[in-house]
């Protein structure tokens, strides 16, 4: 069955900077494009950021643009997010998402499976 693990979350400080991962099993990864999202406490989830099966396109909010990257290993069957020049209100609960195609990366309407999230609070 479709499984998809994130890791490397945890605190951090104002400016600092994290690195998460999904470990994705079950399917063949190399088809499908991948996305992040995220949900703040109170608040309902939100797009992130979405890549390619291939990687050879990437997406972000605006919210994260120039700040955080997406990358995939399809070797590994990983998808990470490079979390750079954090900010408080990107404390959340960041999920990765296996999307239904292969070339469509935006948003949360494609997606079919979801891991179960890993927690990030930007805090001093």
């Known amino acids: 069955q479709v499984q998809l693990v994130e890791s490397g979350g945890g605190l951090a400080q104002p400016g600092g900077s994290l690195r998460l991962s999904c470990a994705a099993s079950g399917f063949t990864f190399s088809n499908y494009a991948m996305i992040w999202a995220r949900q703040a406490p109170g608040k309902g989830l939100e797009w992130v950021s979405g890549?390619?099966?291939?990687?050879?396109?990437?997406y972000y909010a605006d919210s994260v643009k120039g700040r955080f990257t997406i990358s995939r290993d399809n070797a590994k069957n990983t998808v990470y997010l490079q979390m750079n020049s954090l900010k408080p209100e990107d404390t959340a609960l960041y999920f990765c998402?296996?999307?239904?195609?292969?070339?469509?990366?935006?948003?949360?309407?494609?997606?079919?499976?979801w891991g179960q999230g890993t927690q990030v609070t930007v805090s001093s």
């Open positions: 890549i390619y099966s291939d990687g050879s396109d990437t």
């Open positions: 998402g296996k999307d239904q195609y292969s070339d469509y990366a935006i948003g949360l309407d494609a997606i079919d499976y």
